[in-house]
């Protein structure tokens, strides 16, 4: 279908304004993390790296940073490991229920944030804390992001594996190689590159995590963005969670870019 030159110019002019709906308050943010007015006044007065030196001699940004690290290559590793599992088993196998079962592992990243934090602060309330002495804290952070982890890296894992087909495994188990042979010689090749963009997008979305985190962190194990939420609208801290904001878009970009790249790339690595 083509389109006339003013339905193009229309389109053009209507991402236009959405993508500057989005961006250009980002960029506000930027600019006013080099403001020299502490109240950030428009246009600003100046421009200063003090803010920036703050952040870097801050203990809380610097603590919240390593946790929502930490919280992401947990929630990272766990994705890729039950999510491969499960691709395999729904993609590889057939048996009773198996619609049902792909329904409940994707159902979590479709469900309101909310509504996950308050089940998984119940279940760590009534039962992880109660019977396993588990409190909210970094292990809950872990177990909450993987939650919707699992489901990156399930999808991407079951498009590969949909794509490649299994001839190729058939073909190694008639050549005598066996399961784990197989696996490593042939499976994981082919399935390298999504992998890895699973994972990166996993942990971009762990790492961006609020909602489900206000629920599962503890009082001293704040992430980055909760750090941020909880300085928001202290005036002393405001030019200082600018720069970390900055920061929280930077790390968040690296990954989604990257795998952004892997999955343009992917199609080519389905055909060894």
Not at 2 to 29: E, H, K
Not at 113 to 130: K, Y
Not at 214 to 225: K, M, V, W
């Amino acid at each position: 279908m083509r389109l006339s030159r003013g339905a193009r110019a229309a389109l053009w002019a209507l991402a236009g304004v959405v993508l500057a709906f989005v961006y250009v308050p980002l960029a506000v943010v930027a600019v006013n993390s080099f403001n020299s007015d502490r109240t950030f006044g428009w246009p600003p007065p100046g421009l200063t790296g003090e803010w920036w030196r703050a952040a870097a001699r801050a203990a809380g940004p610097r603590d919240a940073l390593l946790t929502s690290v930490r919280a992401g290559l947990g929630a990272t590793a766990i994705a890729l490991l039950l999510g491969t599992l499960l691709a395999f088993a729904l993609t590889r196998f057939a048996f009773f229920g198996r619609s049902t079962v792909s329904l409940l592992v994707v159902l979590p990243i479709a469900l309101p944030g909310i509504v996950t934090g308050i089940a998984l602060q119940s279940v760590i309330q009534n039962v992880l804390g109660p019977v396993f002495g588990i409190g909210p804290g970094l292990f809950t952070i872990i177990v909450g992001h993987a939650t919707f982890c699992i489901v990156v890296v399930f999808n991407n894992v079951t498009a590969r594996l949909r794509r490649v087909g299994g001839s190729y495994e058939s073909a190694s188990a008639d050549l005598g190689a066996g399961p784990w042979t197989t696996f490593r010689l042939v499976t994981f090749p082919l399935l390298r590159s999504s992998l890895l963009a699973g994972a990166l997008l996993a942990f971009a979305l762990s790492f961006d995590e609020i909602v489900v985190t206000t629920f599962t962190a503890g009082p001293g194990t704040p992430t980055l963005p909760i750090w941020i939420f909880d300085n928001l609208f202290r005036p002393n801290a405001a030019p200082v969670v600018n720069v970390v904001a900055v920061v929280l878009v930077l790390v968040s970009i690296v990954p989604v870019w990257l795998a952004t790249r892997l999955a343009g790339s992917s199609a080519a690595d389905s055909h060894p």
